[in-house]
């Protein structure tokens, strides 16, 4: 079986480890985010006839005081980053990691806009909106809490993880 | 030429063919030679040069895949290429010493820490098992053992201490800490084993990064991760981590199996490392190398152990027998004290307590009066065998009726003439006896503790003989007169100025009142008339008058009590005397005195003072 690494980024408190549990069902506790900043779940995946087996690297949530462990990325063949709609300030976060990785990696990403059950409490325009989707190599409006758009948005990820050379 | 190049191709190929079948060449050369005569002639070159101006781009092409598909084949591009690449080194080592120093050197450097390091925490982790067994009986044990195999105990530890269980073992990709492939003794280990795989790469890149120093050339690993359950071994590898799960405590051997098997999968699919895109497949053959590392090392001890331990099981069979051995011996003795203790002692003897004394003895806390019989001799009734009795006996002496008139006859045994009849409460004797038989046997039976209060002795049946011989009459006044002295000697003493008894002697009372009812009997048997004179008397200190009242008031009291026993008023006087007047005993007279007057009875004969 094909087997690809994937790491999900984003603000504190944007909801990766709940598109994660949407997603999958892992072994190990969430204890491992705070105390070595990441925790690892699975999921095999169908592309085109081919299952993928995506190991889910969920990272402990960042912010513009504290960085990530960069070294947790290596040999990832993809990464999301995800930000929250109902707060501003989480894309511009956002950003700052995407811009982190790509100085370490480069491989494809993916921008998830989550939240999506909620109503979208930015002031960003669809313009500005669209050229920050443009850094991406896709995205996806996602919700954990219902569960809208999860499952879509992580083949999509497959897709792309399967597609890419890794560095 | 066109037309040339063509077929020209076809040969070569056919040439090449040809050319790699040795076989053929020697057997066909010669006709191959006339071939090429006929079809070429001495235009050879034409068809050949072109071939070699383009033979370093055709072999350009697929020498790499040549290589490779030859060395899987049969290994042989290593032979040839071996020697080469070592003369190259050894040629470029000796040329440029220094350059190549200046490379090794932080390598090397690195290298030799890693491997001391180990060797010392191999050495103390041995050292340490060797301290904690050496003061053991275990310990002592293993020396035995070592001295008897003739090795040393430093050897014979290590064998013993490094028991071990391999239970999975993990190829793990370092870079993205994907797993490649787990064996595991366990099939369900499996099931989990990638996510395993990814959490301990993202521990080793946790450790690495919250332990590494300053500079890059000492990144720090994870080389073991130790419980109280097992411990993790892990290699590290330039592409790839070998991880084993150990129960027990693992040898250096498998230490270094577990290097060698790393290297070894490095050396064989150092490519399949390299080119790594998260395809597991090509390493489904290193299941061989990894599967060689799941070793179980049990104890010997454990394998003898699965033998009938069978001195231990005759020992325990004994063990048992004994037991109920010893409880049927306990039961038969708890049995035998029921049964004493249920039946009836003898009379004159109290069982106190009757215990077992061990499981084949018993001990008794008997009282007996020494009348009784023995009880030794009582507990022959029960089956007591071989047992030992330990009986503990206090003599005393019983108010039994039984034991009252064994007393009796034990008594009697040394008056030769005396018969006894026992007749309800009523002892009677009869026989001759001398007089100081006679009183001797009265004072003996009566003072046997315990028959005055439950017999009554008649002796009207006993003649008394003596140097002369003496009736009836005469031992009836002897009687009387002894009683009479009886009487007659017992005073009451008062205390200064009172005219009541103390307590120890209004206790004197009832003998006096008992021993008047007994003379009074005894006058009438001997037709006497008698009267009691209780007489006061007062000690010569005081007034005259007041001494006389007080010794009047003294034989009053008396007087009083002695009614009060029922001896009869009217033949009591109570008269007080005054101070008694006699220098010897003035002082102390403070008394009452018992005095009887009697007389024989004459019929019709009454004399009168002062007619």
């Known amino acids: ?167 | 030429m066109s037309q040339i190049e063509g077929p020209d191709d076809s040969q070569q190929d056919a040439i090449e063919t040809q050319t790699n079948s040795s076989e053929g060449i020697e057997q066909d050369s010669k006709d191959m030679q006339r071939v090429r005569d006929l079809l070429l002639g001495n235009n050879r070159d034409v068809v050949t040069s072109p071939v070699k101006q383009d033979a370093r781009s055709i072999v350009s092409e697929v020498f790499s895949e040549a290589l490779f598909d030859r060395q899987k084949k049969d290994g042989s591009v290593d032979q040839v290429i071996l020697p080469l690449v070592e003369n190259s080194v050894e040629n470029s080592i000796n040329n440029h010493r220094e350059q190549f120093v200046g490379y090794l050197y932080p390598l090397v450097g690195s290298l030799v820490r890693k491997s001391v390091t180990a060797f010392i925490s191999e050495f103390l982790e041995k050292t340490n098992e060797l301290i904690e067994n050496s003061f053991t009986i275990k310990g002592l044990k293993w020396r035995y053992r070592a001295w008897r195999a003739g090795v040393s105990f430093s050897e014979y530890a290590a064998s013993q201490t490094f028991q071990f269980r391999v239970k999975q073992v993990l190829l793990i990709h370092r870079k993205t800490g994907l797993l490649l492939k787990s064996v595991a003794q366990d099939h369900q280990l499996n099931d989990n084993a990638d996510l395993v795989s990814s959490m301990l790469g993202a521990i080793n890149d946790f450790v690495s990064d919250s332990f590494t120093s300053d500079s890059k050339d000492e990144e720090q690993n994870l080389g073991v991760v130790k419980t109280d359950n097992f411990t993790l071994l892990i290699k590290q590898g330039p592409y790839a981590l070998l991880v084993a799960a150990v129960n027990g405590n693992e040898s250096p051997h498998f230490n270094e199996q577990l290097q060698t098997t790393l290297e070894q999968i490095h050396r064989l699919y150092l490519n399949e490392l390299v080119e790594f895109d998260g395809d597991d497949v090509p390493f489904d053959s290193c299941e061989k190398p990894l599967r060689d590392c799941l070793i179980n090392e049990l104890k010997p001890e454990l394998e003898t152990k699965q033998k009938q331990p069978w001195i231990a099981i005759i020992l325990a069979f004994a063990g048992i027998v004994a037991l109920l051995y010893y409880l049927v011996l306990w039961w038969q003795n708890e049995s035998l004290v029921s049964e004493i203790k249920k039946a009836s002692p003898p009379a004159g003897v109290i069982i106190r307590t009757i215990e077992q004394d061990g499981v084949n003895g018993l001990s008794l806390e008997a009282l007996r009066d020494p009348q009784s019989t023995p009880i030794e001799e009582w507990l022959q009734q029960f089956k007591i065998g071989e047992r030992t009795t330990q009986i503990k006996q206090e003599l005393y002496l019983s108010a039994a009726p039984q034991m009252i008139q064994l007393r009796v006859e034990s008594a009697l045994s040394s008056f030769s003439g005396i018969n006894t009849s026992w007749n309800g409460q009523v002892l009677s004797l009869s026989g001759l006896v001398t007089v100081t038989e006679y009183n001797d046997l009265q004072r003996r039976i009566e003072a046997i503790p315990g028959f005055k209060e439950s017999f009554t002795l008649n002796m009207r049946n006993v003649s008394v003989k003596g140097e002369q011989t003496v009736n009836v009459t005469t031992q009836q006044q002897q009687l009387y007169q002894n009683a009479l002295a009886e009487v007659q000697q017992i005073q009451f003493d008062f205390p200064v100025a009172t005219t009541v008894l103390d307590r120890t002697q209004i206790e004197k009372v009832q003998n006096l009142a008992d021993k008047i009812k007994e003379l009074m009997l005894l006058a009438e048997i001997n037709q006497y008339t008698m009267g009691v004179i209780v007489i006061g008397t007062a000690d010569s200190v005081g007034a005259s008058g007041t001494n006389t009242e007080l010794s009047q008031a003294r034989a009053e009291h008396v007087k009083s009590l002695l009614v009060e026993k029922e001896v009869a008023s009217n033949e009591i006087m109570a008269v007080g005397i005054g101070k008694v007047e006699l220098a010897q005993v003035a002082t102390t007279a403070r008394k009452v005195l018992i005095n009887v007057v009697y007389h024989q009875n004459t019929l019709g004969h009454t004399e009168r003072e002062g007619n």
């Open chain 1, 1 to 167: 079986m094909i087997a690809k690494k994937v790491c999900l980024l984003g603000p504190t408190g944007v909801g990766k480890t709940s598109l994660v549990k949407r997603f999958v069902e892992g072994i190990f506790s969430e204890k491992y985010l705070t105390t070595i900043g990441v925790k690892i779940d699975k999921k095999t995946v169908t592309i085109d006839d081919t299952e993928i087996q995506l190991m889910l690297w969920d990272m402990e949530g960042t912010d513009r005081y504290c960085g990530f462990q960069t070294r947790y990325l290596r040999g990832a063949a993809a990464y999301i980053i995800v930000v929250d709609q109902t707060r501003a300030q989480t894309l511009i976060e956002g950003m700052e990691i995407h811009k982190l990785v790509k100085e370490e990696c480069d491989i494809p990403s993916l921008l998830v806009v989550n939240k999506s059950d909620l109503d979208a409490s930015w002031h960003w325009t669809a313009d500005e909106l669209d050229h920050y989707k443009r850094h991406f190599n896709a995205t996806a409006m996602t919700s954990a809490k219902t569960g809208e758009n999860v499952e879509t948005m992580f083949n999509d990820l497959a897709s792309l993880a399967f597609g890419s050379t890794q560095e």
